[in-house]
């Protein structure tokens, strides 16, 4: 007890919010973390996508952003578009006065060249990212053409001992073993590795919205 209040109390004096408004975050669901970062960002995902296009028409590049909460509504900040077709550094970098990053958000484009993909979920790099964060309630969001999945941190103690037992060389591993040897197409084995590479005690919970990008599912692992 001592430490979790050590713990907010240092929070509060990094940040623009008051302990109130630390303890409300701290008492939100994984599902309203999620449901609320993905209104917040919805527009900017379909801009992104619609814009997904260099000047040619023919390059694809990445965009996205970060999405902070100032105590009473999540934003989307730093919005951006890549300057190459395979990956995007976001800044995560806002300012006290702007909140705390709570989220983000990319896309996942493919040019004609590379097989013009779509429902394409999350890479190797993303879930290592998410790993590697360990805030509660932290969102991933990413669009590939009509799809929207999304990951959530539910357990943060669970990430720490599943990121002890699986190193960033064997979670890679598996995931270019499950591109050369899984059956499907390559958005149905993305999905498929996802789903089993985080299992059931990464502490990560893994979504896929419906159609409309507003109402979503937990996409559970059948193994046991």
Not at 11 to 24: K, Q
Not at 34 to 48: M, V
Not at 174 to 199: C, H, M, R, S
Request: include cysteine; charge should be positive.
């Amino acid at each position: 007890m001592k430490q979790t209040i050590l713990t907010i109390l240092i929070f509060v004096m990094t940040c623009s919010l008051g302990i109130a408004e630390i303890l409300a975050l701290k008492e939100q669901s994984t599902t309203d973390a999620l449901r609320r970062s993905n209104a917040a960002a919805n527009e900017y995902l379909n801009k992104a996508w619609e814009e997904r296009f260099d000047s040619t028409g023919t390059e694809v590049r990445e965009a996205g952003g970060v999405i902070t909460w100032d105590g009473k509504e999540f934003k989307v900040r730093n919005y951006k578009k890549s300057d190459n077709c395979c990956s995007i550094s976001l800044d995560r970098n806002v300012g006290r006065d702007k909140g705390i990053v709570r989220g983000e958000f990319h896309t996942h484009p493919y040019s004609k060249s590379e097989g013009a993909y779509t429902g394409v979920a999350f890479s190797a790099g993303d879930i290592l990212f998410m790993l590697r964060n360990r805030k509660k309630n932290y969102v991933m969001i990413v669009q590939s053409g009509e799809k929207r999945f999304a990951l959530v941190i539910e357990d943060v103690k669970k990430v720490k001992r599943y990121s002890r037992k699986n190193s960033e060389e064997k979670i890679r591993k598996t995931y270019q073993k499950a591109l050369e040897n899984a059956e499907g197409t390559f958005p149905e084995k993305v999905k498929d590795w996802v789903i089993d590479v985080l299992g059931t005690n990464s502490g990560l919970k893994f979504y896929e919205f419906d159609s409309d990008n507003e109402n979503f599912t937990e996409i559970t692992s059948s193994r046991k």
